[in-house]
Every structure is written in structure tokens, then in C-alpha cells.
């Protein structure tokens, strides 16, 4: 495998249902990501996480959960949601900067996420 | 503050014709990142380019170019001799000291045949 992966790349789940996204990076990065993409709106970023702690959380709900257990894993646990949750859920990696920041950030090809 | 415009919502030509993505950025930092992403109907992200603030020599990739404009901050990108495999949403963004990427609303682009 090469790059980013992300599973499941489809996920229908309904309101009271638990379900963890999956992503693996194999570039040797030390930082990831989680985005969500929604069809009105601006990708928008959800958590990070660098060298395995959390640096950013962007005021998500606690209906989404992060886990980075080491750094080429990341989950996002997934509990009680709302179906305007239903979104494209893509994740990244990086390097961290020197400095602050990222360099680059590569993209896995993103988890379709229905709720019903 | 930070902030991303791509205005066109969606372009649409014909295959072989030249197409200019547009992207005028706001920021307050004088070292900063812009990208630019493509996003085929697949949805994976995939990396273009990456210019610094420092650098403000246009680039050309193939048929891809981008011409960074300090003075207007903008940052376009065109496409010469367009074939239908570019049709996909572009995505300019930003990222300056932080994490954070701003990512403007993306371009749509239809090549059609």
C-alpha cells in the first residue's frame, strides 16, 4: 500500500449505531489529519494530531471521537449521529514544520459517510 | 484573518482550450503556503503544487502553470490544451504558521469532448 488509505471508503450508519473510520499513512509523516467535506460547504478541518498528540480540535462535536495510537494510524470513532452528519470524511498527513505548522498534507480518498 | 476565493463556481470548455482557475487570498502573515488540490469524481484530494511567499516565480508542470501574484494576492492556475481527464473540482488553499489549511469552495471543471 502507498500513500493514504482510508476504510471504509462507503459507510451507512443510523442514528444509534457506533462505527469507527479507519486511516494509514505509509509516507513517514508524523502529523494527520481528519476533514469533513459536506456538499454546501468549504472542507472543513476537524482534528489534528502531531507526533500521536492532539494539536488542534476545531470545536467538533463529542459525537466524533479521535484516536491516534501511533503515527501511521488514526481513527475517528463515530457514535449517536445526526444526519446532517452525512458527509465525505477525508484524511491526511504530513510532516510537521519545524517552526509551527505543516509541510504538505496528503490526502487519503476520503470515507462517504450516510446517516440515516 | 485568513481567507480563500476561488469566484468561479464552475467553468465548462471545450477539450483543447485554455482554462484559468482563479484564487485571491487574504492573510496578515508574511510567511505563508498556497496549494493547490485537485478533486477527481473519485473524492481523494490529490497534491498540485505547493509555493511559498518567498518564491514568487510562476511555475509550469506539463500543461499545468500557476502564476503567483504577491501584489493582487492571487495565486491562478491554468490548464493548456485541456482534456476531458481534468474535468474535477480544484481546490486553492492557504496554510501560514499553524496546521490549518484554508481551503477556498473549489472550481468545478467540465472538459466535455
Known amino acids: 500500500e502507498t500513500g493514504v488509505t482510508q476504510t471504509p471508503r462507503h459507510l451507512v450508519m443510523g442514528m444509534t449505531n457506533k462505527k469507527s473510520l479507519k486511516c494509514e499513512q505509509h509516507?513517514?509523516?508524523?502529523?494527520m489529519y481528519w476533514y469533513k467535506q459536506s456538499a454546501k460547504k468549504p472542507l472543513e478541518l476537524m482534528f489534528v494530531y502531531s507526533l500521536e498528540e492532539r494539536v488542534e480540535n476545531n470545536s467538533v462535536p463529542s459525537r466524533f471521537s479521535p484516536e491516534c495510537p501511533n503515527s501511521s494510524h488514526l481513527f475517528l470513532h463515530l457514535h449517536t449521529l445526526q444526519p446532517e452528519d452525512s458527509a465525505l470524511y477525508l484524511c491526511a498527513s504530513s510532516q510537521a514544520r519545524t517552526g509551527g505548522g505543516s509541510e504538505t498534507q496528503y490526502f487519503g480518498p476520503g470515507t462517504r459517510l450516510l446517516v440515516l | 484573518a485568513q481567507k480563500v476565493t476561488q469566484a468561479q463556481t464552475e467553468i465548462s470548455v471545450v477539450e483543447k482550450e485554455d482554462v484559468t482557475l482563479d484564487c485571491v487570498y487574504e492573510t496578515r502573515d508574511t510567511t505563508y503556503y498556497l496549494f493547490w488540490y485537485k478533486q477527481p469524481p473519485s473524492g481523494e484530494l490529490v497534491f498540485l503544487i505547493r509555493r511559498n511567499s518567498f518564491d514568487e516565480q510562476n511555475e509550469i508542470s506539463g500543461r499545468y502553470s500557476w502564476n503567483f501574484q504577491k501584489s493582487t494576492s492571487s495565486f491562478n492556475f491554468t490548464i493548456t490544451a485541456s482534456q476531458v481527464v481534468d474535468s474535477a473540482v480544484y481546490f486553492c488553499?492557504?496554510?501560514?504558521?499553524?496546521?490549518?489549511?484554508?481551503f477556498g469552495s473549489g472550481t468545478r471543471l467540465l472538459v466535455r469532448p
Open positions: 488553499a492557504l496554510s501560514e504558521s499553524s496546521y490549518k489549511l484554508i
Open positions: 509516507l513517514g509523516h508524523n502529523a
